[in-house]
């Protein structure tokens, strides 16, 4: 409806019409203001759960080399001990 169409009404219905556009548009407005703010939270969550995932993989990899490393020493205590070679653990050695 342009002003024009706007110019022919009596000024009661204009006025009317007006309001009734204006309701209109704001609904309209509301309505993508939600859908951005779904998005917008739908990214947060989903950059959130990527660098999660992403710490959640680099602390596996260190907890493996850890036991890696752990059971390298273990098989070297008990062959130390299988060879008769003395094996002092702790501090100053």
Do not use: W
């Amino acid at each position: 409806m342009t002003a024009a169409d706007l110019a022919k009404f009596e000024p009661g219905r204009r006025y009317a019409t007006l309001f009734a556009m204006s309701v209109e548009s704001m609904a309209t407005v509301t309505d993508e203001i939600i859908d951005l703010h779904d998005r917008i939270i739908g990214r947060i969550i989903r950059t959130a759960r990527n660098k999660q995932n992403q710490n959640t993989l680099a602390s596996r990899a260190t907890v493996a080399a850890m036991m890696r490393l752990h059971s390298k020493l273990g098989d070297a205590l008990i062959a130390a001990k299988a060879n008769g070679n003395a094996v002092r653990l702790g501090r100053g050695v």
